[in-house]
């Protein structure tokens, strides 16, 4: 397996990098059109052919970026694997160094690594649309298109997701609307990051919430907002108080309720710690989850009956909790299964 890598790149000189400003594309959104002004390899992609309904994977490159070589022999892999239901294109815009003649050549010598589309971008409208769509800001850059036409995933073409995307979306199983969620709040969350460095903490609470809001099982917001009240603010109060009232917003949301109490759980202050709060989440998520369906809710309400000494319920909620898990998850569960039986034998023990 290949680690992620998130790598940039310099791509002033392709006219691709421009000032920050908002992404104005984004996961579900329509892809823009595909107005290439040379199709090098491969036969030309129109977007609106109604007849063509294979994925594209569309990478953006250029033959002095070196970190955009090692892509290659993976994409042209995917490429033969996929043959049947997906379409990579390489594209590469005009730069004095990134010329239409400079490109074939490259293209020819290294025929073998790249055995997919290849598409020219002479005035680079197209890729500035897909870059600063996205607000990318370097190369190399990747955007999976669906059989709808819409943007499924865009990132570095070396990160694993990308696979797992390309994969899913072939087999039909992608969710696109979880995903334009997910990458809402991942943009939502790097406004949070900068305010948390710069020590804003009051205007990181207002980001935190916000995201808490369009995903309240976020489990990196949840333990933030903690964080915040804890180790920021001091306020026990204030946590109590934030914590009731996501509890009241999201009690139809038993993952929301159980990521609650396992972040307030994490509280490491006693003076701090709120177990009635946490307690009342996990039972809460316990009791809302009717069909008891979700491993983690169940195992979240029983290491909460762990906390407050109902050792036999939470043995019991557990092993629950064991018959739900995934193959993944098992081990884990089980170890918690048997750290609980064994506070059970020394409460016994003890004098």
């Not at 000189?13 to 059109?33: N, V």
């Not at 997910?182 to 609470?205: D, H, R, S």
């Not at 809001?213 to 990196?220: F, G, I, R, S, T």
């Amino acid at each position: 397996m290949r680690t992620t890598i998130i790598s940039l790149t310099t791509c002033f000189a392709l006219g691709l990098c421009t000032s920050p400003a908002p992404a104005e594309l984004t996961i579900g959104d329509k892809a823009p059109p595909l107005k290439y002004s040379d199709w090098i390899r491969g036969k030309p992609v129109d977007l609106s052919d109604k007849s063509n309904k294979k994925i594209i994977l569309l990478e953006v490159w250029a033959t002095w970026c070196q970190p955009c070589w090692t892509s290659f022999p993976h994409l042209s892999e995917l490429q033969r694997l996929y043959a049947k239901d997906l379409t990579v294109i390489g594209a590469t815009s005009y730069d004095p160094g990134n010329t239409l003649s400079t490109v074939k050549r490259f293209a020819d010598v290294r025929s073998k690594e790249m055995a997919y589309t290849l598409a020219f971008d002479k005035d680079g409208a197209t890729n500035r649309a897909y870059m600063a769509g996205v607000g990318a800001m370097g190369i190399p850059q990747a955007f999976l298109i669906d059989r709808d036409r819409r943007l499924a995933w865009s990132g570095d073409p070396r990160d694993d997701a990308m696979d797992t995307v390309v994969a899913q979306l072939v087999a039909g199983t992608y969710d696109i609307d979880a995903a334009r969620v997910e990458a809402e709040v991942q943009g939502m969350m790097g406004g949070v990051f900068m305010q948390l460095q710069m020590g804003n903490w009051t205007a990181a609470k207002r980001g935190l919430l916000d995201i808490l809001e369009k995903h309240p099982e976020n489990e990196l917001a949840l333990n933030f907002m903690r964080q915040l009240f804890t180790d920021q603010f001091s306020d026990a109060k204030g946590l109590r108080s934030w914590a009731r009232a996501h509890m009241d917003a999201h009690r139809d949301k038993p993952l929301a309720l159980s990521r609650l109490a396992a972040a307030v759980l994490a509280v490491p202050d006693l003076a701090l710690a709120a177990p009635d709060v946490v307690f009342e989440a996990a039972r809460a998520a316990y009791e809302s989850d009717k069909g008891r369906a979700d491993p983690e809710v169940v195992a979240g309400y029983a290491r909460s009956l762990y906390m407050i000494g109902a050792l036999d319920r939470a043995i019991l909620v557990q092993e629950q909790a064991l018959v739900l898990a995934s193959d993944a998850m098992r081990s884990s569960y089980e170890a918690a299964l048997v750290y609980y039986n064994t506070c059970k034998r020394l409460r016994k023990e003890a004098p």
